[in-house]
T-cell receptor, first 115, second 111 residues
Framework: EAQVTQNPRYLITVTGKKLTVTCSQNMNHEYMSWYRQDPGLGLRQIYYSMNVEVTDKGDVPEGYKVSRKEKRNFPLILESPSPNQTSLYFC??????????????FGPGTRLTVL | EDKVVQSPLSLVVHEGDTVTLNCSYEVTNFRSLLWYKQEKKAPTFLFMLTSSGIEKKSGRLSSILDKKELFSILNITATQTGDSAIYLCAGIIQGAQKLVFGQGTRLTINP
């Protein structure tokens, strides 16, 4: 089944404790992206990647890192999480053979709480 | 600064009503506008609009883009309770895959 998976789905952590949220897609998509969703603010793009080893900042990259060593994986790293990073995070992918770059397929979301 | 604004933020109607959701944008090097539906989980793609004045249609949903006035509308006719969701629009910046989303419109359809 074609899908974008994220792990973990729920995470409660404490300030300063490094964490990684994994994202994987099995559709051979070239483009992957991370968003955070907060009430009243909609979805805001954190980072995106056009292909392996090609990443770029979105609108709210501060406090986050990403890497794209393989086409299928695009982990989101919070080196020193803070309470203002408490949010719902979505990974998305698109682009490839016969697939428009614009129809992004979203993962199920990761709800992160930083205490 | 690139910005996408949706209105209304919240809308409650009765089943069978027709609704119009609005999306205005100020996006540098604008390429296309996307509409998504978000129920309890991840957003799902509805439409992509690139050309002005050409209506896209899918069942009871339709959408159109006005690139002169910088807005788009999403119409839903004969609404059903299953249409209850948050509807998101996003502008795509030319030459990049940077998306700028609006705040979303929460639509509630009462039986």
């Amino acid at each position: 089944e074609a899908q974008v998976t994220q792990n973990p789905r729920y995470l409660i952590t404490v300030t300063g404790k490094k964490l990684t949220v994994t994202c994987s897609q099995n559709m051979n998509h070239e483009y992957m992206s991370w968003y955070r969703q907060d009430p009243g603010l909609g979805l805001r793009q954190i980072y995106y990647s056009m292909n392996v080893e090609v990443t770029d900042k979105g609108d709210v990259p501060e406090g986050y890192k990403v890497s794209r060593k393989e086409k299928r994986n695009f982990p989101l790293i919070l080196e020193s999480p803070s309470p203002n990073q408490t949010s719902l995070y979505f990974c998305a992918s698109s682009g490839g053979q016969g697939v428009s770059y614009n129809e992004q397929f979203f993962g199920p979301g990761t709800r992160l709480t930083v205490l | 600064e690139d910005k996408v604004v949706q209105s209304p933020l919240s809308l409650v109607v009765h089943e069978g009503d027709t609704v119009t959701l609005n999306c205005s944008y100020e996006v540098t090097n604008f390429r296309s506008l996307l509409w998504y539906k978000q129920e309890k989980k991840a957003p799902t793609f509805l439409f992509m609009l690139t050309s002005s004045g050409i209506e896209k249609k899918s069942g009871r949903l339709s959408s159109i883009l006005d690139k002169k006035e910088l807005f788009s509308i999403l119409n839903i006719t004969a609404t059903q309770t299953g249409d209850s969701a948050i509807y998101l629009c996003a502008g795509i910046i030319q030459g990049a895959q940077k998306l700028v989303f609006g705040q979303g419109t929460r639509l509630t359809i009462n039986p």
